[in-house]
């Protein structure tokens, strides 16, 4: 027998259509990493009725997939998956495990990381191999003005959970095959101490934000609630979705839901207007994604004007008014 | 009585940070500092119970000497006592080291706990990982990202909203709440509690000697991840600058981007005169 390969994990995140997308983006990142460091590239998949992820995550580049298939596992739950996972990554002796940062992901991850005695970096937004063979870890760190660039010395297997939407997932080959490993569940699993007494689909409008083709978000620029509420005046005549900043879903001028940034939403859109937004990192890092920025700001010299295409130095209460006055009349017409 | 402990963090208040640039580490002790909103809506979820059904809470910080403002802040507000963990040795721990001293101390001065409070992040490095951590350090169930809360006998009901699904959960206590910032909103300062806080208030502080851990296992040292590299990440495009008057500036956008804007928009927004 030769010797066994260096393996990336990847945790099958299938529960809905945005997790079953960062499971694959990453299994496209892990294969690229696996060819730096000779390794293979293996998905973990727990859950019941789960072909179909299967093979979508095969064909979508896993070498590998363990899976753990169980009518106790229909539904997610952090106790039964840590334990499992744990068990699993203990046999195997993986040499890093990556997780989306979904919910479950940036909750799961830490027990599975405790558990094992390793180390794990929170939502990374780039991944590379250095020359040593170890895996570095970007992330924002530290109100958001700076990058940390982590590595996990000693420690395995090296852990990170990261952002969805940083890496391009592999164009689908049907014609890929993986050996699929089958995991039985074991008869003694301790009993959990959480219980799911009901969970159902939220009926918070959660993806129109990241859907949008228009953004207009909004920062403790605006200056008030009162004034930060004519953006979604703003996002009404452009038939776009109003986000918002940290601070601003602080001080309670905008919904948790409008939140973009680390912890919140990514956007896309084609254009995104960005007013009185001095562009923290975790802020910058989930808008970066879109086509086209105008940002309004007082400030010439905050990093959000560097990095949009227009960059408007005036009072962005002022020319939200503005705007709206401006497209009434366009609009009218 | 029921039992609470809220794990609250002091962060820095300052948009310029003072890192040490040999380790990488903030030095925190040079910013002035603030506790950490999701720390404070936990500590209001403690306080909700005890109003309720009355509880005794024990917040408990790790940090530089400074962070007792934070524990003054939490017995201001109502906590019952506040455990300070500070030692030069703790500095630069990662979640895995933090969550360690954090059991240690729990286990030694509130073996009894019912439950144990946290914010679900914080706002410098936001990790959102010591709770979760802590819980598996202590063995008991945790619960992430909670914004309702309440307790009945011995166990807590839960709802949260994550990854798109709306929640009701039950935990078996002991256990563990990350609290988030969309639960109900903290209370004010009351003066007899702010008295209360800065006068003769039940603060007692704990390092790493007193609490048995060895320096190999905790700090920088102990970390399982070791920060190697900070920089500043800024993207720069090449942007046009529009100055002048609002009427001047929206001249200019409307002139030179109303095509690409309408297009989007889907309406035409040309002006006659094009």
Same mark, same amino acid.
């Given at each position: ?333 | ?61 790790? *940090? =530089?000497?400074? &962070? #007792? /403002?934070?524990?003054?802040?939490? !017995? +201001? ?5 506040? @455990? ?46 010591? *709770? =979760?951590?802590? &819980? #598996? /350090?202590?063995?008991?169930?945790? !619960? +992430? ?5 309440? @307790? ?46 800065? *006068? ?75």
């Amino acid at each position: 027998m030769g010797e066994k390969k260096r393996a990336i994990w990847v945790f099958g995140d299938f529960r809905n259509y945005f997790q079953n997308r960062v499971t694959l983006q990453l299994i496209s990142k892990a294969r690229e990493m696996a060819g730096m460091i000779g390794g293979e590239v293996c998905v973990v998949v727990l859950g019941s009725q789960t072909a179909e992820y299967v093979s979508e995550y095969i064909a979508h580049g896993a070498d590998k997939i363990y899976l753990t298939e169980d009518p106790r596992l229909v539904e997610y739950s952090m106790e039964t998956y840590s334990f499992l996972m744990e068990r699993l990554a203990r046999r195997e002796k993986p040499e890093i495990i990556l997780v989306g940062a979904t919910s479950f992901g940036r909750e799961f991850a830490p027990h599975v990381a405790k558990r094992l005695g390793t180390g794990l970096t929170a939502d990374c937004i780039d991944l590379d191999i250095d020359e040593k063979g170890l895996l570095v870890q970007r992330a924002p760190s530290f109100g958001g003005k700076l990058i940390a660039e982590t590595v996990i010395p000693e420690r395995r297997p090296q852990m990170a959970t990261v952002r969805p939407g940083i890496f391009q997932e592999l164009p689908h080959d049907f014609s890929r095959t993986a050996e699929i490993v089958h995991v039985p569940m074991p008869d003694n699993m301790p009993s959990d101490r959480v219980h799911i007494i009901s969970r159902e689909p939220s009926p918070a409008k959660e993806d129109h934000l990241e859907q949008a083709k228009i953004v207009v978000c909004g920062g403790r620029g605006m200056g008030s609630k009162k004034k930060f509420s004519r953006l979604y005046e703003l996002a009404e005549l452009l038939g776009g979705e109003v986000g918002a900043t940290r601070p601003v879903v602080y001080l309670n001028w905008a919904n948790r839901e409008a939140l973009v940034g680390q912890a919140g939403k990514q956007i896309r859109p084609v254009i995104l207007f960005s007013f009185g937004i001095s562009g923290a990192i975790q802020h910058t890092a989930s808008i970066r994604k879109s086509c086209f920025i105008i940002a309004i700001n007082k400030n010439p010299k905050a990093p959000i004007m560097k990095m949009a295409d227009v960059a408007i130095v005036a009072d962005a209460g002022q020319i939200c008014n503005a705007l709206i006055n401006e497209l009434k009349q366009r609009i009218r017409r | 009585m029921l039992k609470l402990v809220v794990c609250i963090k002091q962060v820095p208040q300052v948009s310029e940070l003072p890192w040490d640039p040999e380790t990488w580490h903030l030095q925190r002790e040079l910013a002035e500092g603030m506790m950490n909103p999701a720390c404070r809506f936990a500590l209001e979820a403690a306080l909700k119970i005890r109003d309720k059904i009355g509880a005794r809470i024990t917040a408990v910080t790790m *940090g =530089p000497p400074s &962070a #007792e /403002e934070a524990l003054r802040e939490a !017995v +201001a507000l109502g906590a019952d006592k506040g @455990i300070l963990l500070t030692d030069r040795k703790m500095a630069g721990a990662d979640t895995y080291t933090t969550s360690l001293t954090l059991s240690k101390v729990i286990q030694k001065i509130i073996p009894d706990f019912d439950l144990i409070l946290c914010g679900a992040s914080t706002i410098d490095s936001d990790t959102a990982q010591v *709770g =979760p951590q802590l &819980a #598996e /350090e202590l063995d008991i169930p945790g !619960v +992430a990202y909670v914004h309702e809360l309440t @307790i009945a006998g011995n166990k807590a009901r839960i709802r949260r909203v994550a990854d798109g699904f709306s929640e009701t959960i039950e935990m078996e206590l002991p256990g563990l709440v990350t609290i988030n910032t969309t639960s109900e909103a903290p209370r004010y300062m009351s003066f007899r509690g702010f008295q209360q806080a800065f *006068g003769e208030s039940d603060i007692i502080t704990h390092d790493a000697a007193s609490l048995g851990l060895h320096q190999e296992w905790i700090g920088a040292r102990g970390s399982a991840t070791k920060i190697r590299n900070v920089y500043s990440p800024i993207a720069e495009r090449g942007n046009l600058v529009l100055t002048g008057t609002n009427k001047k500036i929206l001249d200019q956008l409307f002139t030179l981007f109303d095509d690409r804007i309408g297009g989007v928009v889907g309406k035409d927004l040309k002006t006659e005169k094009n």
